[in-house]
């Protein structure tokens, strides 16, 4: 069974760096990519960046200066780290293989 | 960059009604290898994003044949004959031609 799961921190303060880890199972790295992408509260869908099954990245060329997408096979695991964090960046933040997706987590930015 | 622009923003329905939705690019999206990647997404209250329709008319597994996908160049449209409660919710095309990008999402609700 195909499944994806976001984990990290609830609550981050301005000016800091997100850091999200998407474990996932059921499907391998290396035969399908994983995007990610956020929700700010009561908005729309934002994509923000993918890691692409060779290892490549590619990023939203709002976000490309603050984001950095890795991953690491042998866990099965994609990870986003974001810096410079914002109030406006508060949002749910899902990833995704857009046929299935991770419940999502809700990240806040605030002191 | 693409921009993919949704009417209404709101469609009220009865059930049993037919409900349409229109998606518009900012330029066409069909690929340079022939195919146009136009998808729908229904986001209902507090879950994650799920894929109805892929390249513009395909039914994701499980989707039922009452979600009809259609269009093509910069064009598209989404029905949906005889709407069901579980047919609620916020619908969101998304185009995957020229990277990526949302459309800012239409509410089916009850009138």
């Known amino acids: 069974e195909v499944q994806l799961k976001e984990s990290g921190p609830g609550l981050v303060q301005p000016s800091q760096t997100l850091s999200l880890t998407c474990t996932v199972s059921?499907?391998?790295?290396?035969?399908?990519?994983v995007h990610w992408v956020r929700q700010p509260p009561g908005k729309g869908l934002e994509w923000m960046g993918v890691?692409?099954?060779?290892?490549?990245?590619a990023y939203n060329s709002a976000l490309k200066s603050r984001l950095s997408i890795s991953r690491d096979t042998s866990k099965s695991q994609v990870f986003l780290k974001m810096n410079s964090l914002q109030t406006e960046d508060t949002a749910i933040y899902y990833c995704?293989?857009?046929?299935?997706w991770g419940p999502g987590t809700m990240v806040t930015v605030s002191s | 960059d693409v921009v993919l622009t949704q009417t209404p923003v709101a469609q009220p329905v009865t059930l049993g009604d037919q409900a349409s939705i229109s998606c518009r690019s900012s330029q066409s999206l069909v690929h340079s290898n022939g195919n146009t990647y136009l998808e729908w997404y229904l986001q209902k209250p507090g879950q994650s994003p799920q894929l109805l329709i892929y390249k513009v008319s395909n039914r994701f597994s499980g989707v039922p044949d009452r979600f009809i996908g259609s269009g093509s160049g910069s064009d598209f449209t989404l029905k949906i004959s005889r709407v069901e409660p579980e047919d609620l919710g916020v619908y969101y095309c998304?185009?995957?031609?020229?990277?990526?990008?949302f459309g800012a999402g239409t509410k089916l609700e009850l009138k």
């Open positions: 998304f185009q995957a031609t020229h990277d990526y990008t």
């Open positions: 890691m692409w099954s060779g290892g490549s990245t």
């Open positions: 995704t293989r857009f046929d299935f």
């Open positions: 059921g499907f391998s790295l290396t035969d399908y990519s």
